[in-house]
C-alpha cells in the first residue's frame, strides 16, 4: 500500500496534479514503511509539488538526511543554496538570524521563517548539578538536547522556555562518551531550527555560538592533525558561560550542533561541539525504541535499560540497580538472565549476576559473596 501510494503520488506529479501528488506521498512517507533509499526519493518528487524555495530546501535536506549518498539531493541543494544567505546579527538578550527561507526540519515539511529568534527554540535546565546550561529542542515531540554534564545523574530537572515558562523535563537518554543527552518536556516547538545539510563542518569555517541568554560567541573550526571521527566539531572557544548545550551555527546560519565541554588538552584547552546529524541520529534511534520496548533510564550511565524497563533491578549495561530497586530486598530472578549477557565472570551468589567479584564483593549489586 505504500509502495504504490508513492507511485501513484510520483504519476499525479507527472501529469501536473500537484496537490494530489503532493497528499500521497505524504502519505507515503508517514507509514515509515519506506526503505532510505525510496524516501529520499519520495521528497525528491515532494519538492516538485512548490515553487517555493524554503519548501524545496526542506525537502531535499530531509532527503540528505534519510539518504546521505543520494547524489540527486545533494546537486539540487547545492544549487540552491549558491546563491548565499545574509549575515546573522545578535540583538539586544537574543540572537536574531535571517535567512533567505526557512528549511525543514520533519517528514510533514515544516519550514523555519526567513527570520527567526533563535531564543524562540531554546531552553534553559535550571537546576543541573554543574549550574545551568542550554539545549536545543531537535524534535517536535519535545526531545531536547544539552550535555550529560548539564543534567549530571539526575532524572528530572526543571526547564525555562521564553514560550512556555518553567516545567519540569525527565532525561530520557545520555551519552557520557560524546557529554550529549536528551530531556522530554510537555511541550512542543511550533517549529524547529534551520539544520545544515553538510556531514561536517570543513576547516577553518566561521560558526557563531549562542546560550539561551543570548550570548554571542564568534569562534570557527579548528582544524587538528590526526583523523576525529565526523561528529567531532573541533572549535576555537576556550570557555563557555554556562555548562554547555549552546548551539552552533555555520556562516549561513545553519545549526550544525551544540558544544559540550569536551576539551583538547593539547591545544590550550579548546572545547569541542557535537555535530547535530548525529544528534538527530540518536534521537531517531531513542524514539524507535522508545516505541517499541519498555525501558527505564539508567542515570548512572546513561542507558535505556530493557532490562530495569521490564522491572528487574539491574541495568544490563553498567549493572547499576534501578534507583527504585536501591531501596528493596533484591534476589535472584531467573527471567532476567536474557538481559545480560554472559562473561564467564564468577556469579555472584545474591544476585546471580556475572558482572565480577572484587574484594569478595559483586560490582553489580554490592553483596558480600557466601
Avoid at 549550574?131 to 550529560?148: P, S
Amino acid at each position: 500500500m505504500t509502495q504504490r501510494a508513492l507511485e501513484l503520488g510520483i504519476l499525479a506529479i507527472q501529469q501536473q496534479s500537484l496537490t494530489e501528488g503532493a497528499r500521497l506521498i505524504r502519505i507515503a512517507l508517514k507509514s515509515g514503511d519506506l526503505l532510505a533509499e525510496m524516501r529520499a526519493i519520495a521528497y525528491l518528487w515532494l519538492a516538485e509539488t512548490q515553487t517555493d524555495t524554503a519548501h524545496k530546501r526542506a525537502c531535499y535536506t530531509e532527503a540528505l538526511h534519510v539518504d546521505p549518498n543520494n547524489a540527486e539531493a545533494r546537486s539540487r541543494l547545492s544549487a540552491l543554496l549558491t546563491a548565499g544567505l545574509p549575515t546573522s546579527t545578535p540583538a539586544t538578550g537574543t540572537y536574531t538570524a535571517a535567512t533567505s527561507g526557512g528549511t525543514g526540519n520533519s517528514a510533514s515539511g515544516a519550514t523555519a521563517p526567513t527570520s527567526f529568534n533563535v531564543a524562540d527554540y531554546l531552553a534553559r535546565v535550571i537546576d543541573g548539578p554543574n549550574g545551568v546550561g542550554t539545549a536545543v529542542f531537535i524534535t517536535q515531540e519535545g526531545l531536547l538536547a544539552t550535555t550529560r554534564r548539564v543534567v549530571g545523574g539526575l532524572e528530572r530537572v526543571t526547564i525555562e522556555t521564553y514560550a512556555g515558562g518553567q516545567v519540569y523535563g525527565t532525561v530520557v537518554r545520555a551519552y557520557t562518551d560524546l557529554d550529549l543527552a536528551f530531556i522530554s518536556i510537555n511541550q512542543r516547538p511550533a517549529a524547529l531550527l534551520p539544520v545544515t545539510p553538510m556531514p561536517r563542518v570543513p576547516d577553518d569555517d566561521p560558526l557563531t555560538v549562542v546560550s539561551y541568554d543570548g550570548e554571542v560567541t564568534r569562534a570557527q573550526q579548528r582544524p587538528t592533525r590526526r583523523a576525529m571521527a565526523a561528529h567531532w566539531i573541533p572549535t576555537s572557544i576556550t570557555q563557555l558561560t554556562d555548562a554547555g548545550g549552546d548551539v552552533i551555527f555555520d556562516e549561513k546560519n545553519y545549526l550544525v550542533g551544540i558544544m559540550t565541554k569536551a576539551t583538547s588538552l593539547a591545544s590550550g584547552a579548546t572545547y569541542y561541539g557535537i555535530h547535530i546529524a548525529m544528534i538527530r541520529r540518536l534521537a531517531e534511534v531513542y524514539l524507535r525504541d522508545a516505541r517499541s520496548d519498555r525501558r527505564r533510564y539508567c542515570p548512572d550511565c546513561g542507558n535505556a535499560s530493557r532490562a530495569t524497563g521490564t522491572g528487574y533491578f539491574y541495568c544490563e549495561q553498567c549493572g547499576a540497580s534501578a534507583p527504585e530497586a536501591r531501596t528493596i530486598p533484591r534476589y535472584v530472578v531467573p527471567q532476567a538472565a536474557l538481559f545480560y549477557e554472559p562473561t564467564g565472570k564468577a556469579a555472584c551468589s545474591t544476585c546471580n549476576a556475572n558482572a565480577g567479584i572484587y574484594n569478595n564483593r559483586c560490582l553489580r549489586c554490592g553483596a558480600e559473596q557466601r
